[in-house]
């Protein structure tokens, strides 16, 4: 059978198919490999074709005061959101799958809305929350709000994980005399592990890409990356925001690559 | 198995999260819709009362730019997922029929990717293709195609080509899911009762990927009526959307009465579309709904 189809001659329709999805895959991968090219072009503005390699542009970034206080604003941020998001959305994504709760659908579907309602209407909320109550706008009040458009991540992956894993291992251990509070420490924790941590490196990085929930909750001289590349951007374009944005894509691959490991990327595709 | 029992001492770990959705979620939409209905702060102003002005200068648009900022966005959004639309379908069919699990792996890793980077970066990648001396112009008039730099970007134009380029991923993914599901022997059946493979597809799995291609466009919808940097990076002078009008009202003219007023209307219509989003989305999958 399979030696018949391989004969099978010269199929056009199928040749314009796969060469239609190359060239989707072209589209959707060749801006970011754009940002490279400009990122190591010497020239003083965005020019093409490049004329030559130099990490002039890196150099530029990484000395420059205003960028590199938001990068480690930015990573500081991320890294609270990181630590909160885990703690928060990996007890709701328990609580949602062994809790017993009444209106579980619901509650699922409540706990993912910041996913669903505009970033920036959130961020709109939040400022004018904070301006009413007087607050100003403090760097908690930032990590906070990231951390509330972060969980939902923590959440989805967390249930993908407690939703795919065999329920009567814990079964099993409480049979054999493990206390609850035993089988979840000894049993549950080390299996979800991957999917809290899987979500965890993903608020990491919604963090640190965050634009429209930060652009009303920094303060001048307070702004993460992004509200800093978007500020720049919007006078200069030459070649530290494309190393700027080397930077984040790198460390976004990275993520991508931990991720694969942890728990592999079918768990996204479940959106 | 306790499923509907009484809720279990586990049901406790719901409370930090509750807490943190209440006081930074709920609550600040909450005075957001409030704010939107006072003419001042009505917490430090003792003189701030409430008032419909805010909604009727947006309903009466006597300045003749509200509407035309909320049908741009309408229509920006909606060309952006038509566009993503066609672009995301053949991508999710090829990805859902694919045999080998390498190449899925690979595609899979090709359509996140650009997912995991950030919005004012892909939007700059934007920028460097498709301004006057960006990539596309370059080329064009080092090849005599055109003699002076075709206006690609400070325009609608330039706008949704990035934004189809930003939202196209959850397009796929959301695609991907519905098509796999659709029964590979459906077509094959068809195809053995003398059907091409053109007509095989238009008539077996395009009308089963129905719910799916609903699902996919109402959620890059949503997400593009909602885009801020792409548009005011991209859009340049050309280009007004209520999410721009939001940020004007918030920034310059520090105005958050009308700002909420108008972040009401923005959600009134992401809520309508988020709902059908459910609804065909928990059709699909049974009680899942979002999860």
Known sequence: MKAVLNKRPFDAGHAAYVTLNGLLLVFLLAPIAIVLVFALNPMPYISFPPVGVSLRWFEKFFASAEFMNALWLSLWIAGCVLVLSILIGGGCALALARGSLPGRPFLTAFFMSPLMLPAILTGLALFQAYLLAGIGRPVWGLILAHTLVAVPYVIRTTLAVLHNFDRRIEEAAAVLGASPVRVFFEVTLPLIRPGVFAGGVFAFIVSFDQFPVSLFLVVPKGETLPVVLFNYMKFDLDGAIAAASMVSILLALSVVLVLERLIGLKAYVKL | ?291
Do not use: C
């Open chain 2, 1 to 291: 198995m306790t499923t509907r029992g009484r809720p279990s001492p586990i049901a406790w770990l719901l409370a930090p999260a509750a807490l943190l959705f209440v006081l930074f979620f709920v609550l600040p939409f909450g005075v957001m819709a409030a704010m939107s209905v006072f003419s001042g702060n009505p917490v430090n102003n003792p003189n701030a009362f409430l008032t419909t002005r805010h909604y009727e200068r947006f309903v009466f648009d006597t300045a003749g730019i509200y509407h035309d900022a909320l049908w741009a966005t309408l229509r920006i959004g909606l060309i952006t997922t038509i566009i993503s639309l066609l672009i995301g379908y053949p991508l999710a069919h090829w990805m859902a029929r694919m045999q080998s699990r390498l190449g899925h792996a690979l595609v899979l890793m090709a359509v996140i990717a650009p997912m995991l980077t950030g919005i004012v970066v892909r939007t700059f990648a934007w920028m460097t293709i498709l301004q006057d001396k960006g990539v596309i112009n370059t080329l064009l008039i080092q090849w005599g195609l055109t003699d002076k730099p075709l206006p690609l970007m400070y325009n609608e134009f330039g706008t949704i080509v990035a934004l189809v380029h930003i939202y196209v991923p959850f397009m796929v993914l959301t695609l991907t899911g519905v098509i796999g599901r659709i029964d590979e022997r459906l077509e094959q059946a068809a195809r053995s009762l003398g059907a091409g493979r053109l007509r095989a597809f238009v008539e077996v799995t395009l009308p089963l990927s129905l719910p799916g291609i609903l699902a996919g466009s109402l959620l890059v919808f949503a997400l593009s009526i909602s885009a801020y940097v792409t548009p005011s990076l991209m859009g340049g002078t050309d280009v007004l959307t209520l999410p721009m009008l939001i940020a004007q009202q918030v920034g310059t003219s520090f105005n958050p009465n009308f700002a909420g007023a108008l972040g009401v209307i923005l959600l009134l219509v992401s809520l309508a579309i988020v709902i059908a989003y459910n609804r065909i989305l928990a059709r699909l999958s049974g009680e899942q709904g979002l999860a």
